[in-house]
């Protein structure tokens, strides 16, 4: 049996729709773990009356809001607790077509090195939008930031992801969209689950690491197709918001994982922090998080 596990935040009505996509498409015996991260719009209200007499839903509600990675342990280790084989990981904003998790299973199944699948990702107006990221270094990073981005028309894009067929399998050492993967219990548990210093954002890369750290690998496969509204939840937070969280999670993975120097640092500081600081001249909502900002800078 699978553990799917579900983190809500003030999206009650788009995890129903992901419950009745999973309940509609999916063959294979599952339990969902559905994790309220202490919304603020009555989100748990409404799912418990919605699944209280599901006994394939379990609701849990987490007593406070440390974001991503904490609120999806909850869950993960509610599963394991559980004795699940293998975890799913869903953003209430995903619908799965048919049988995306029973072919995402059979994959993950289907060879030993594998630790994670992840399925084919197309947004609400049809593009595919599943990644397939490399490990992050240094150097990647900087290729994905301006102005370094702008050079992408000469491939420098490669250098951080994998350009693959996405209509073939595909397996690499890195890591694919947090949106929605499947992963091993056991190497989940090797890698002890998400990393809670990070709030938002980067949770894949810290994955990608661990997973390298045992020679696992990651796998894309086509036959499961899955659509995303892309970070939802996120937008009705606001742009400063998002951006306060992106840098803060970026600084912690390149010192921690990436283990950049000092000269290094300060050059991603130029590139992300030093932006977010002069919007904050002009911007009320960006000013609102620029004193959490330098507080995080002094600690780094």
Known sequence: MIGIVILNYNSWEDAITCIASIKQTTRCMYRIYLVDNKSTDNSLFYLNETYRDDSDVIIIESTENKGYAQGNNIGVRRALKDGMSEILISNTDVIFQNSAIDNMIVALESRE????????????????????????????????????????????????????????????????????????????????????????????????????????????????????????????????????????????????????????????????????????????SYRKYLKKMINYLLIC
């Open 113 to 284: 090195d594998v630790a994670v699948v992840g399925p084919r990702i197309f947004d609400i107006n049809g593009n595919d939008s599943q990644f397939a990221s490399k490990l992050l270094t240094f150097m990647r990073f900087l290729r994905s930031k301006k102005p370094f981005c702008f050079l992408d028309k000469w491939g420098f894009k490669s250098g951080r992801y994998y350009q693959y067929d996405q209509l073939k399998p595909f397996t690499f050492y890195g890591m694919v969209s947090g949106c929605c993967f499947l992963i091993k219990t056991l190497e989940f548990e090797n890698i002890n689950f998400f990393d809670e210093h990070t709030f938002l954002f980067y949770e894949e890369d810290i994955v990608a690491y661990g997973l390298f750290r045992y020679m696992k690998m990651t796998m894309i496969t086509p036959k499961a197709l899955v659509v995303h509204n892309h970070s939802k939840t996120i937008k009705k937070e606001g742009l400063a918001f998002s951006r306060y969280h992106r840098c803060c999670s970026a600084l912690y993975v390149l010192r921690t994982y990436v283990r950049i120097n000092r000269f290094q640092l300060l050059v991603v500081i130029i590139l992300i922090v030093t932006p977010f600081c002069v919007k904050s001249i002009y911007n009320r």
